[in-house]
């Protein structure tokens, strides 16, 4: 029997153990994804602002000092809430945001991935998040609008980024939506210090990336650690198999994990990503204070051999 954790009992993000990214900053591995705070459909402005700062504020104040984020999350929404929860930042606070998409009107998310564009987008983050240099500064490849697939070179909108690094606007770079060819081509032009992909119980599709990331010293941050959008969720009946839930992943095995540790399914799902590989990032996403700490509080749920052997019935 491992740990016990109760869903209710606040755990210091530190728990989880810590990743030093780039060289040169320590950030614990369970961060948190800030792009729920803008409200449904990620367009803002959220329901209940004092909440979505009071979010923000509980999780540095539970330990975490690691945010990812977008300026297109909302769009600026989201930036705004963050600054306004913590500037001026903390020196040990990091930062991520990304780039390569921009939003509609339509609430669409096509991409913008031309140099210009991203000129201007890291200008947008610095602006809106308060900052003379952005921490780190993934590049998002984004297919739709006219953008670039997981076989295209990323060559071009890679090599606007490293010059705004050079410039001393960025201080790290990574990638997001990435194949590990992307990456390769994307490290002979500078180094990259994290990628960022969707990875969860039930998608384990970049076990390769993974592994190559942890060998090079590289952060792998896992997006949609919930499975919130995953498409290989356990379908209600007659649920149409392409459409994506908008609920976090939930099934039998994750259940059964979860009684025999007091926790609940999603926690052992953020356990179970924490558990997989040290240099894997967990950033959930939540606009709750209730949920927020007890994806923090998975940080100390410790799994066990039969708790493994269960979760990996789950491999798609
Ligand atoms: N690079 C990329 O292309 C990319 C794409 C998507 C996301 N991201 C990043 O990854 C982060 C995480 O992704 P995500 O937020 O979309 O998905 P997620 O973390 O898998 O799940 C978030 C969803 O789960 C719910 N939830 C969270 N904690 C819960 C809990 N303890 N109990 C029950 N429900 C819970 C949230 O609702 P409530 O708000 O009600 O808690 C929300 O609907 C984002 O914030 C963003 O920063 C990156």
Not at 8 to 20: D, K, P, S, W
Not at 75 to 97: F, K, S
Not at 205 to 214: H, K, P, S
Request: net charge negative; glycine share 10%; proline share 6%.
């Amino acid at each position: 029997m491992g740990s016990t954790v109760g869903v209710g009992t606040a755990v210091h993000a530190g728990a989880a153990g810590e990743f030093l990214l780039g060289g040169d900053l320590p950030i614990r591995r369970m961060g948190y994804g800030a792009m729920q705070l803008a409200g449904p459909g990620v367009w803002g402005p959220p329901k209940d602002r004092d909440t979505a700062i009071a979010v923000v504020r509980r999780a540095v104040e539970l330990g975490v000092n690691h945010i990812d984020t977008s300026d297109y999350y909302g769009p600026h929404v989201v930036n705004g809430i963050i600054r306004e929860a913590l500037h001026p930042y903390t020196d040990d606070l990091v930062i991520v945001t990304k780039v390569g998409a921009r939003r509609t009107p339509e609430k669409d998310w096509p991409a913008a991935l031309k140099p210009a564009e991203l000129v201007q987008a890291v200008h947008d983050n610095l602006d809106h998040l308060g900052l003379e240099r952005l921490d780190v500064v993934n590049l998002r490849i984004v297919e739709e609008g006219g953008g670039l697939g997981p076989t295209d070179s990323i060559e071009e909108p890679f090599t606007a980024l490293a010059e705004l690094r050079e410039q001393g606007l960025i201080r790290h770079l990574g990638l997001s939506n990435i194949t590990a060819a992307q990456l390769a081509e994307a490290r002979a032009i500078a180094p990259v210090v994290c990628v960022q992909n969707e990875y969860n119980v039930v998608r384990r599709d970049d076990d390769a990336l993974l592994e190559a990331t942890a060998a090079d010293g590289i952060a792998f941050m896992s997006f949609f650690p919930l499975g919130t959008y995953t498409l290989r969720h356990e379908k209600p009946a007659g649920a149409d198999a392409k459409v994506p839930l908008a609920t976090p992943l939930r099934n039998d095995a994750l259940d059964t994990v979860a009684a025999r540790h007091g926790a609940t399914a999603y926690q052992v799902a953020l356990a179970w990503l924490l558990h997989r590989s040290p240099n894997l990032v967990c950033i959930p996403g939540t606009s709750s204070l209730a949920h927020l700490e007890q994806n923090i509080a998975a940080a100390g749920l410790r799994l066990g051999e039969e708790d493994l052997r269960d979760l990996d019935a789950l491999k798609g």
